[in-house]
């Protein structure tokens, strides 16, 4: 008995002891051409990751490297932070192969949650290592899920900012019938300051770290685009949103929506279609950020605009570019967000590669893709490389501040010091 007591004594001790016994510390150390910082293009350096964040970042002549460092050559390459989609839809994918509402009437939850698990890794692989999900269009807390299966490993993709269901006025927002079916809704519908402070707050409960709201929709008569919210109401929102410390994102496509979006002082403005000198004036000086979809407005003209890419531009697309020049004109904080899904995922960097050709020089689209998405949202440690930044990190063929499209050439992706992509 004597026997047995000591050995089972000095198994537990021999658990305890390997339990306790920390894990050696992982070194990577990445050697680039260049590296984008989230500020500026700089050569000569390298980055050494220690576990999952970043360590040093010094010139290639000044850097210690501890033993057993695994190093990684980045020829010809420049090193990024993970880049942060601004506007995605993970349970959308493109109008051309299904429309909105083919999508949230006839595709069965498993379907869109398969789809959307399969669009987190192609988001990832593209070297968009954050995304902020916009809302599920019918899938209601789903993302939550998909969220969660990516932190626990489940599954691969990027970090996720979740919207949930987001949030419309009774009556605006679709599927719609003439009949009294009750459909499932693309967002949930909420009303007056109580309704409002109500959806919120449960949507918050339910995992959302970003509240968004419909400013305004295609619900006026003959469907156009007009103002959805009361002042009054928005100001609730973004009252009980940012108590919890989230931030607030307004689809808004009018001149009116954006006044009221801007007056009850929201976070961002998707889209931003009935932009004005005077109201991107007001955005720059409440430090509102503008999102503006560009690669959404082009798909569209393709899929149902006749528009082929080449030749004469749609009048949707010529107001974009005029749009466009007037926000980057008026020094208004310009988010990077494609509103993917209406587009396919994995494309993210289409957004980028339009925002230089409507005029954003390429420096400042990095910027915006990278260290400006990360403030406006609220990502401490991401957005930059820089000592104690989680290691989220992507390398790209060429330089990408002379040929943004080098942005699309992803060779090297790494999430939270894990090696997802490396050619």
Known sequence: MKKLSLLFAFTVWGLLSSAQTPAADTFILLKPDRIFDGDQIRTGAWVLIKNNRIREVRNSADMKVPPNTKIIELKGMTLMPGMIEGHSHLFLH????????????????????ARAVVHARETLMAGFTTTRDLGTE???YDDVGLKMAIVKGVVPGPRMLVATRAIVATGSYGPKSVNDNTFIQGAEEADGLDGITHVVRSQIGHGADVVKLYADYRWGINNTNEPTFTVDELKKAVEVA??????????????????RSIEAGVTTIEH???GTPELFKQMKDKGIALCPTLAATEAVATYFQGWTGTGPEPLTIIKKRELFKMALESGVTICMGGDVGVFPHGDNAREMI????????????????????ARVFGLKGLGGIKPLFLADLVAVQGNPDQDIKAVKQVKFVMKDGVIYKQE
Do not use: C, F
Request: net charge negative.
């Open 138 to 140: 019918g899938a209601g």
């Open 272 to 274: 931003g279609d009935g």
């Open 354 to 373: 339009l925002m230089a050709d409507y005029g954003m020089k390429p420096i400042d689209v990095l910027k915006s893709a990278t260290s400006v998405n």
């Open 242 to 259: 940012k108590s919890s410390g989230r931030i607030v994102a307004v689809h808004s496509g009018t001149e009116e929506g954006m006044r």
């Open 94 to 113: 493109p109008y051309n192969e299904a429309k909105w509402d083919e999508q949230v009437l006839n595709e069965s939850r498993a379907e869109r949650i």
